[in-house]
């Protein structure tokens, strides 16, 4: 049942923290307040392989966010945040995760502080934790959590692959994790490369559709990590002129008349093949509405990024990954 809300849940998050954009950016807060006999907070360096605390570090929301010490007790209240942990080297560290995060398979021995929209506040603080990683569309929760409670918060909210390799950057000198922080992302870029160089030599760009929801219609504009893949993966999205998490209107389907649908679910892959005025589409009538292989792949925007973006690639152009 997660899986089927978790889309339009944060596909609305993300919809609602375009539209807060627009009216100018978001005000910045500052940490919690450092005993007066801690140093000035050094700028964070983009190399090296060690951090030299206290150190300030830039989260997704733009907020200085000042760490006096490298964090030994984390939360962690998305999936996505969790992932990138393991990734790091750092889930030892980590002693509270939400209720859905499910990957590495040790994170089940990790004690839960329940749901991320809000998160259980009390069971925040009884973890007391050093560091809190939140997700974006959780302002509210931040908030609370920063003047209420004063805990450190790194926001980590990325749209894209290049905004995914830069906030693992600085999540890594945040953590303390920089050489990790710098492999993960190395790695990430040199299986995107991969694709690439295969697509390369593609014929033929098709057109993409793909629905995130069905009620109503919505699907991936300019400046997300999915409208990402299908561009690199060789193919061409044809709500490109929207932007990020966009409701549309099954007449702009139409009149694009998609190669290939994707559907975020089976669910969702039902409906689509069930509807009856879009049976002449053709990517219906040529048998090509296919279910993402794995919704976390691209839904959690970390590492695993890339194991979407070769489903993709596989998907627009088989005929290439045989």
Not at 57 to 79: F, M, N, Y
Not at 125 to 152: F, H, T
Not at 233 to 250: E, L
């Amino acid at each position: 049942m997660f899986r089927r809300m978790a889309f339009p849940l944060i596909a609305l998050l993300l919809l609602l923290s375009v539209v807060a954009g627009c009216g100018g950016a978001a005000p910045k807060e500052t940490a919690p307040t450092q005993p007066a006999t801690a140093q000035k907070p050094a700028p964070a360096a983009a190399t090296g392989k060690q951090t030299t605390y206290p150190v300030t570090v830039k989260d997704d929301l733009g907020r200085d966010v000042t760490i006096p010490a490298e964090p030994k007790r984390i939360v962690s209240v998305a999936p996505s945040n969790t992932e990138l942990l393991f990734a790091l080297g750092k889930g030892s560290v980590l002693v509270g995760r939400s209720d859905f995060d499910d990957y590495p398979a040790e994170v089940a021995s990790i004690p839960s502080i329940g749901g991320w929209m809000p998160p259980n506040f009390e069971k925040i603080v009884a973890a007391k934790p050093d560091l809190m990683l939140l997700v974006g569309g959780s302002d509210d929760a931040r908030k609370k959590l920063v003047e209420e409670y004063k805990l450190n918060v790194f926001v980590l909210d990325p749209q894209t692959f290049d905004q995914a390799y830069d906030g693992i950057k600085r999540l890594g000198v945040a953590i303390n994790a920089q050489e990790a922080a710098e492999k993960v992302v190395a790695d990430m870029q040199a299986a995107v490369k991969e694709v690439t160089d295969k697509v390369a030599k593609a014929t033929a760009k098709p057109k993409v559709y793909y629905e995130v929801w069905d009620e109503p219609l919505m699907t991936v504009g300019a400046g997300t990590y999915i409208d990402d893949m299908i561009r690199i993966a060789g193919g061409i999205n044809v709500a490109a002129d929207t932007k990020g998490w966009a409701t549309v209107n099954a007449e702009l389907i139409a009149k694009a008349n998609p190669d290939i649908i994707i559907a975020s679910s089976a669910d969702i892959e039902g409906k689509i093949k069930a509807r009856p005025t879009w049976a002449e589409f053709k990517a219906v009538k040529d048998g090509k509405v296919v279910v993402v292989a794995d919704a976390n792949h691209v839904s959690r925007p970390g590492p695993r990024l890339v194991l979407g973006l070769q489903f993709f690639a596989k998907t627009i152009h088989p005929e290439l990954f045989k």
